[in-house]
């Protein structure tokens, strides 16, 4: 169906002129007001309460238990976000978020960490009372939300509003299959692979930078094992070597990922959201190799297209090796994007004078760090 010029559908991810008008409906409601800066293209960017409570380990609540039942088994001790706390390397933390929802029973909900998160190897899910899976909230579900926190690489500070995780809705259950992606692939085209080298199964695949900068060899950076501690609020503040040791091109096509240590590199190819569609990067594929990559996984509408100012956007992989010591090849498929219609073009789009951090990214740290 067709509203005015613009084509609406009745099922796919809710775009932002839908998820204000469910803020207003109460389907989304929090404890504070939600700020229209929170109501991102096609998601809605989720707050920290006011405490975090430290536990004995990770959990799901299970379809006969709420996250507090849960919390009364394995909670070590609370701590108060309302003036900023530090949240520990390696420890996990349980935390009310502002937001709760009261979702209808046709739509449904995903959460995936922010850009900013992942890179910082924050590692953030969501979880719901009564759930059997992490990020996901069925529909018809009423009730609070919980973000499950856990830092990897630097212990961090945070604070009751501070935003590690986002949410998309969906409308129905759309349909999207390698021929539609292909058909969107040649009507935009996706990324910049060169004609027939799309390689599309299951989503569309990017390969890994491993020759970097032509001029310096940069590939990416390592997370360095003794650093300071890192404030979520201090934006452009951090000097990138007090945290993070330089990768370079060593000659061969490919590096060597030492097991557990936390690396940020680029994609080789650049990569484009149509301002009606959403991506989403797919989790860790074993079949790809002994390594996990991404935390943060949606790109919003936008995201690359050379009318927002995105044109050469490459897709930062948050990458993580398991276990053994793994060669990672220059041009390897790491992931594949999934694409998924809007059920309507949102009214803003990722870079559009909304403060987006990282359009026409290439390889880039979060923004908690200085720029080269």
């Not at 900068?213 to 609020?233: C, K």
């Not at 990559?293 to 956007?313: K, M, N, Q, R």
């Amino acid at each position: 169906m067709s509203d005015g010029d613009q084509m609406t559908f009745d099922t796919g991810i809710l775009p932002s002129q839908t998820l204000r008008a469910l803020i207003a409906e109460g389907v989304i409601s929090a404890s504070q007001p939600i700020p229209d800066d929170q109501v991102q293209p096609a998601s809605v960017d989720l707050r920290l309460g006011t405490v975090a409570y430290r536990v004995r380990a990770s959990f799901l609540p299970g379809r006969h238990a709420t996250v507090k039942q849960r919390l009364d088994t394995v909670e070590m001790h609370a701590i108060d976000l309302t003036e900023g706390a530090v949240l520990e390397r390696h420890c996990v933390y349980i935390v009310p978020l502002l937001e709760s929802v009261a979702l209808t029973p046709g739509l449904t909900a995903l959460a995936n960490p922010k850009s900013s998160t992942g890179r910082l190897d924050l590692f953030a899910r969501l979880i719901t009372d009564h759930g059997t899976e992490f990020d996901r909230v069925e529909a018809g579900y009423t009730g609070p939300l919980y973000a499950e926190i856990s830092p990897r690489a630097f212990s961090v500070r945070v604070h009751t509003g501070t935003k590690l995780l986002q949410l998309r809705l969906r409308r129905g259950a759309p349909s999207h299959n390698d021929t539609s992606l292909r058909a969107l692939h040649q009507a935009v085209s996706l990324n910049d692979a060169g004609p027939g080298q799309e390689n599309i199964k299951g989503g569309i695949a990017f390969t890994v930078d491993i020759q970097g900068d032509p001029e310096t060899g940069l590939v990416g950076y390592r997370a360095r094992s003794h650093t300071g501690l890192i404030d979520l609020d201090r934006i452009g503040h951090y000097e990138p070597l007090d945290f993070w040791e330089p990768v370079y091109r060593r000659g061969g096509t490919g590096i060597i990922l030492d097991p557990n240590d936390f690396y940020i590199l680029a994609s080789k190819e650049s990569v484009v959201v149509p301002a009606d569609h959403a991506a989403e990067m797919l989790a860790y594929d074993s079949l790809v190799g002994e390594f996990r990559v991404h935390y943060a996984g949606f790109f919003d509408p936008g995201f690359g297209l050379g009318e927002t100012g995105g044109a050469g956007s490459r897709a930062v992989l948050e990458v993580r090796a398991h276990e053994v010591p793994f060669l990672i090849e220059d041009g390897q498929v790491v992931g594949r994007l999934v694409y998924e219609r809007l059920t309507q073009r949102p009214d803003k789009l990722y870079g559009q004078g909304i403060g987006s951090n990282y359009q026409s990214q290439g390889l880039r740290l979060g923004k908690q760090f200085k720029r080269a």
